[in-house]
């Protein structure tokens, strides 16, 4: 069982990116998956998350209406397209499986975990 998260970097402010999660050994969308990220000093927080089967959805309030959570069946992945970044977004982001089907808010509810990929926002 492996996730891996892809797709960070550096961006300026306002830009975008879009990080994919992708799974081998497992089928993602048998559990809610969720994306966390952290800065140094700071807990790991969840900032999205969409449900198993019935694909609801959770944004955080620092993300909501910036950032997307979607699922792509075909491929077995789980994105998060992230647009008007800010500098406060900058942290590594991690996607995760949680235990759970249903919406997850808790970060030590998340079972399986990606390595994470780092995302800078700075002009």
């Known amino acids: 069982v492996q996730l891996q998260a892809s797709g960070g970097g550096l961006v300026q402010p306002g830009g975008s990116l879009r990080l994919s999660c992708a799974a081998s050994?497992?089928?993602?969308?048998?559990?809610?998956i969720g994306w966390l990220r952290q800065v140094p000093g700071k807990e790991r927080e969840v900032i999205s998350c969409?449900?198993?089967?019935?694909?609801?959805?959770f944004y955080s309030d620092s993300v909501r209406d910036r950032f997307t959570i979607s699922r792509d069946l075909a491929k077995n992945t789980v994105l998060l397209q992230m647009n008007s970044l800010k500098p406060d977004d900058t942290a590594v982001y991690y996607c995760?499986?949680?235990?759970?089907?249903?919406?997850?808010?808790?970060?030590?509810?998340?079972?399986?975990w990606g390595q994470g990929t780092q995302v800078t926002v700075s002009s």
């Open positions: 050994g497992f089928t993602l969308n048998n559990y809610a």
């Open positions: 969409i449900s198993s089967f019935d694909l609801v959805t």
């Open positions: 995760a499986a949680s235990t759970r089907t249903s919406v997850t808010t808790t970060p030590s509810l998340y079972k399986y």
